[in-house]
């Protein structure tokens, strides 16, 4: 069984982390998997969206620490820096949106992994947990520089000291997620998220996210100087006179993510 399930339908790509037994945790080859097919929905020009979730009851419990002692046990500087690092970096990378859909619990690197998506949400009894103090760890796959952005240093700082459950609620009304849908509307509602996304235009949607992650290090000067730049490759796009031709004769538009 792959511990990844990958599928491309519709221009979507769905990415289904699949080691159910284990909370759909991490151990190498699923980190390695993961980073291969993220690499595959940046290249490929069929997918124009990407759908994030886990197999089973969990979103993703983290590191497998049962892999942490065993005689193939990786170093603690090779799981960081070959696993988790890539994945995050290709997560924000990446010229396509990719969407959480947190099935289940979220812990640890599974947290981290979710909020560093371009849009999150998750199914009401789902709940994220930065579980890494209870173990002896700091927070880690860029946890400590996206939540307190989210959601502010105070909070932030309790929430990983703690390692106290959100729930998928509270994660919303605090501003950490997007939106929380009822478990039984959860896949249909999600599904349709990343079914708009898919359908609208790919590269305007690419310059925002790369805008978005600018705005984190620049000043307004910069961030404004950048939004010329990027909208003036928005406005030589295809679906940008696409746009405009359907407002203007009054019809749906047709982007075709060129
Ligand atoms: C697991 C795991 C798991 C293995 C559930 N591993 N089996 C970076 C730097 C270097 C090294 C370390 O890691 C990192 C990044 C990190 O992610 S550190 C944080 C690692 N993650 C955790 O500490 C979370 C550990 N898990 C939990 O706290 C709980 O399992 C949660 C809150 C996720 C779920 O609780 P419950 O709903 O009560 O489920 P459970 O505890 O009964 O777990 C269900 C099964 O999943 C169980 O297996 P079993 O065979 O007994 O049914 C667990 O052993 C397994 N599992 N997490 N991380």
Redesign the pocket.
């Known amino acids: 069984m792959p511990s990844i399930h990958f599928e491309i339908k519709d221009a979507v790509a769905y990415i289904t982390l699949n080691r159910p037994?284990?909370?759909n945790?991490?151990n190498r080859s699923m980190a390695l998997e993961l980073q291969a097919v993220l690499d595959e929905c940046n290249t490929d020009k069929n997918i124009r969206a990407v759908y994030l979730s886990g197999n089973g009851?969990?979103f993703c419990?983290?590191?497998?620490?049962?892999?942490?002692i065993g005689e193939n046990a990786p170093g603690?500087e090779q799981?960081?820096s070959e696993h988790?690092n890539p994945i995050i970096t290709k997560i924000r990378t990446i010229n396509k949106p990719v969407i959480a859909a947190v099935n289940g619990?979220a812990?640890?690197?599974?947290a981290n992994i979710a909020l560093a998506c371009d849009i999150v949400v998750a199914t009401s009894s789902a709940s994220f947990?930065q579980?890494?103090s209870?173990?002896g760890?700091i927070p880690?796959?860029g946890g400590t520089f996206v939540l307190p952005r989210l959601i502010g240093l105070q909070k932030a700082t309790a929430l990983m000291m703690l390692g106290e459950?959100v729930t998928a609620t509270e994660a919303e009304k605090i501003g950490m997620i997007y939106k929380v849908f009822d478990d039984a509307e959860f896949e249909i509602e999600s599904k349709k998220i990343v079914c708009t996304l898919a359908a609208m235009p790919t590269l305007g949607l690419a310059y925002t996210k790369q805008a978005l992650n600018a705005s984190m290090q620049n000043n307004l000067e910069q961030q404004l100087q950048l939004e010329d730049t990027l909208q003036y490759k928005a406005a030589h796009t295809k679906d940008y006179a696409e746009g405009v031709a359907a407002f203007l004769e009054k019809r749906t538009a047709n982007f075709i993510g060129e």
């Open positions: 037994e284990k909370f945790a991490f009851r969990a419990a983290g590191q497998d620490l049962g892999e942490l603690f799981i960081l988790y619990v812990a640890g690197a599974g947990i579980a890494f209870k173990i760890l880690d796959s459950k």
